[in-house]
Protein backbone atom coordinates (compact mmCIF):
# COMPACT_ATOMS: atom_id res chain seq x y z
CA UNK A 1 0.00 0.00 0.00
CA UNK A 2 0.81 3.46 -0.42
CA UNK A 3 3.04 5.58 2.62
CA UNK A 4 4.81 8.67 3.28
CA UNK A 5 6.05 8.55 6.32
CA UNK A 6 7.78 12.29 7.77
CA UNK A 7 10.77 12.73 10.24
CA UNK A 8 12.90 15.26 10.91
CA UNK A 9 10.31 17.75 12.97
CA UNK A 10 11.55 19.04 16.75
CA UNK A 11 11.84 21.59 19.03
CA UNK A 12 13.83 24.23 17.80
CA UNK A 13 14.83 28.11 18.83
CA UNK A 14 13.97 31.11 16.46
CA UNK A 15 16.35 31.47 13.88
CA UNK A 16 17.00 27.95 13.49
CA UNK A 17 17.56 25.04 11.05
CA UNK A 18 15.41 21.62 10.90
CA UNK A 19 15.23 19.37 8.12
CA UNK A 20 12.85 17.05 6.77
CA UNK A 21 12.17 14.14 4.81
CA UNK A 22 8.87 12.48 3.95
CA UNK A 23 10.14 8.88 2.33
CA UNK A 24 7.41 7.34 0.05
CA UNK A 25 6.66 3.70 -0.79
CA UNK A 26 4.12 1.57 -2.74
CA UNK A 27 3.46 4.41 -5.57
CA UNK A 28 5.78 5.50 -8.52
CA UNK A 29 7.35 8.46 -6.72
CA UNK A 30 9.35 9.98 -9.66
CA UNK A 31 6.44 10.43 -11.61
CA UNK A 32 4.56 12.32 -9.04
CA UNK A 33 5.16 16.26 -7.83
CA UNK A 34 5.43 15.90 -4.28
CA UNK A 35 4.28 18.77 -1.36
CA UNK A 36 4.90 19.79 1.63
CA UNK A 37 1.91 21.54 3.70
CA UNK A 38 1.60 22.54 7.00
CA UNK A 39 -1.38 22.68 9.74
CA UNK A 40 -1.18 24.98 12.95
CA UNK A 41 -3.76 24.67 15.70
CA UNK A 42 -6.76 25.83 14.46
CA UNK A 43 -6.04 26.79 11.20
CA UNK A 44 -6.38 24.96 7.86
CA UNK A 45 -3.53 23.02 6.18
CA UNK A 46 -1.55 25.24 4.38
CA UNK A 47 0.91 25.11 0.78
CA UNK A 48 4.11 25.17 1.99
CA UNK A 49 6.57 24.42 -1.10
CA UNK A 50 6.25 22.11 -4.09
CA UNK A 51 8.69 20.03 -6.45
CA UNK A 52 8.11 18.73 -9.83
CA UNK A 53 8.65 15.12 -10.85
CA UNK A 54 12.47 15.50 -11.54
CA UNK A 55 13.31 18.32 -9.46
CA UNK A 56 13.57 20.92 -12.29
CA UNK A 57 10.94 22.77 -11.12
CA UNK A 58 9.79 24.04 -7.07
CA UNK A 59 6.83 26.28 -5.72
CA UNK A 60 6.89 28.30 -2.19
CA UNK A 61 4.83 29.77 -0.49
CA UNK A 62 5.45 33.54 0.15
CA UNK A 63 5.67 33.31 3.91
CA UNK A 64 8.57 30.37 3.48
CA UNK A 65 10.23 31.77 0.38
CA UNK A 66 14.05 32.43 0.72
CA UNK A 67 14.03 30.54 4.05
CA UNK A 68 13.10 27.00 2.94
CA UNK A 69 14.10 24.81 0.35
CA UNK A 70 12.16 21.81 -0.71
CA UNK A 71 13.84 19.17 -3.24
CA UNK A 72 13.83 15.07 -3.87
CA UNK A 73 16.11 12.55 -4.38
CA UNK A 74 14.35 9.57 -6.91
CA UNK A 75 16.72 7.07 -6.27
CA UNK A 76 15.54 6.84 -2.39
CA UNK A 77 11.98 8.09 -2.93
CA UNK A 78 12.80 10.68 -0.89
CA UNK A 79 11.35 14.09 -0.86
CA UNK A 80 12.92 16.55 1.89
CA UNK A 81 12.35 19.85 2.89
CA UNK A 82 14.71 21.95 4.35
CA UNK A 83 14.02 24.93 6.75
CA UNK A 84 15.94 27.70 8.17
CA UNK A 85 15.59 30.92 9.58
CA UNK A 86 12.58 29.22 11.34
CA UNK A 87 10.74 31.40 13.20
CA UNK A 88 7.23 31.06 15.81
CA UNK A 89 5.35 31.15 13.33
CA UNK A 90 6.37 28.20 11.34
CA UNK A 91 5.15 26.29 14.39
CA UNK A 92 2.97 23.68 13.20
CA UNK A 93 2.45 19.92 11.99
CA UNK A 94 4.09 19.46 8.23
CA UNK A 95 2.99 16.76 5.73
CA UNK A 96 3.94 15.86 2.45
CA UNK A 97 1.47 14.53 -0.21
CA UNK A 98 1.55 13.05 -3.42
CA UNK A 99 0.19 15.66 -6.18
CA UNK A 100 -2.37 13.64 -7.90
CA UNK A 101 -2.58 16.46 -10.67
CA UNK A 102 1.20 15.34 -11.57
CA UNK A 103 2.59 19.14 -11.76
CA UNK A 104 3.43 21.51 -9.08
CA UNK A 105 0.01 22.63 -7.52
CA UNK A 106 -0.53 24.61 -4.09
CA UNK A 107 -4.16 23.31 -3.81
CA UNK A 108 -4.66 20.51 -0.88
CA UNK A 109 -7.44 19.27 -3.40
CA UNK A 110 -5.08 18.14 -5.37
CA UNK A 111 -3.46 15.73 -3.34
CA UNK A 112 -4.54 12.33 -2.76
CA UNK A 113 -1.87 10.60 -0.57
CA UNK A 114 -0.46 12.15 2.75
CA UNK A 115 1.61 11.36 5.53
CA UNK A 116 0.72 11.43 8.87
CA UNK A 117 2.55 14.95 9.71
CA UNK A 118 5.66 15.60 11.80
CA UNK A 119 5.55 18.10 14.71
CA UNK A 120 7.65 21.58 14.10
CA UNK A 121 7.84 23.86 17.31
CA UNK A 122 9.96 26.66 17.38
CA UNK A 123 10.42 29.27 20.51
CA UNK A 124 11.18 32.55 20.93
Known amino acids: QVQLVESGGGLVQAGGSLRLSCAAS????????MGWFRQAPGKEREFVAV????????RYADSVKGRFTISRDNAKNTVYLQMNSLKPEDTAVYYC?????????????????WGQGTQVTVSS
Open 97 to 113: GRSLAGYTTSNTRDYDY
Open 51 to 58: VSRTGGTT
Open 26 to 33: GLPFSSAA
